[in-house]
């Protein structure tokens, strides 16, 4: 099956840094990704789309400017977070769809812990 | 965008019984997908089915779907210690593949 793999899978990080995290798709092309913030003990929430080529599009309360998306080849999308405080400690997730928004499966990357101190 | 519900949120049961797990959601469905994630990883594809499917099986999984009550339910048959999970619902609604995730189940198989 398709595999999309996360880098890295942990990171630590001090208050006021940029981390970025990376999301490929290993065997299959991804014209769309998905990137999901998850808090303890509760459900997925999506952060943004991501599509090849074009600027992410970005849920409503999510800050564009602190979670940057880039999304340059079909294999690889980034995401971001700069200076990033205590509360953006998360669990950040990534999908990918490797059809073009005809309503197939998402393949889920294994995560990223990120926490900040 | 509004989240789907999903219950029990926690159920708890005995290896070798059914567990049987819903979600209900809000919008017109293209398709609605079943994750299990173990704790501290990504999410695995369960099952998907699509708005004009009624019933879907894999190996012991068994997903329903009623559009006209919005719901669906997951049962999980012979239960194994192994299936201890979250799980959780997603719903693609007509207009792309972004899920919309429901709260999710825990499930704690006791062996």
């Known amino acids: 099956g398709a595999v999309v793999s996360q880098h890295p899978s942990r990171v630590i990080c001090k208050s006021g840094t940029s981390v970025k995290i990376e999301c490929r798709s290993l065997?299959?092309?991804?014209?769309?990704m998905f990137w999901y913030r998850q808090f303890p003990k509760q459900s997925l929430m999506l952060m943004a789309t991501?599509?090849?080529?074009?600027?992410?599009?970005?849920e409503q309360g999510v800050e564009k400017d602190k979670f940057l998306i880039n999304h340059a080849s079909l294999t690889l999308s980034t995401l971001t977070v700069t200076s990033a405080h205590p509360e953006d400690s998360s669990f950040y997730i990534c999908?990918?769809?490797?059809?073009?928004?005809?309503?197939?499966?998402?393949?889920f990357g294994p995560g990223t812990r990120l926490t900040v101190t | 965008s509004q989240q789907g519900e999903e219950d029990p949120q926690a159920l708890s049961i005995q290896e070798g019984e059914n567990a049987t797990m819903n979600c209900s959601y809000k919008?017109?469905?293209?398709?609605l997908q079943w994750y299990r994630q173990n704790s501290g990883r990504g999410l695995v594809h369960l099952i998907l089915i699509r708005s004009n499917e009624r019933e879907k099986h894999s190996g012991r999984l068994r997903v329903t779907l009623d559009t006209s009550k919005k719901s669906s339910s997951l049962l999980i048959t012979a239960s194994r210690a192994a299936d201890t999970a979250s799980y959780f619902c997603g719903e693609a609604g007509t207009s792309g593949s972004r899920l919309t995730f429901g709260e999710g189940t825990q499930l704690t198989v006791n062996p």
């Open positions: 991501s599509n090849e080529g074009s600027k992410a599009t970005y």
């Open positions: 919008t017109s469905i293209n398709n």
């Open positions: 065997d299959f092309q991804a014209t769309t």
């Open positions: 999908s990918a769809d490797d059809r073009d928004g005809s309503g197939y499966e998402q393949y």
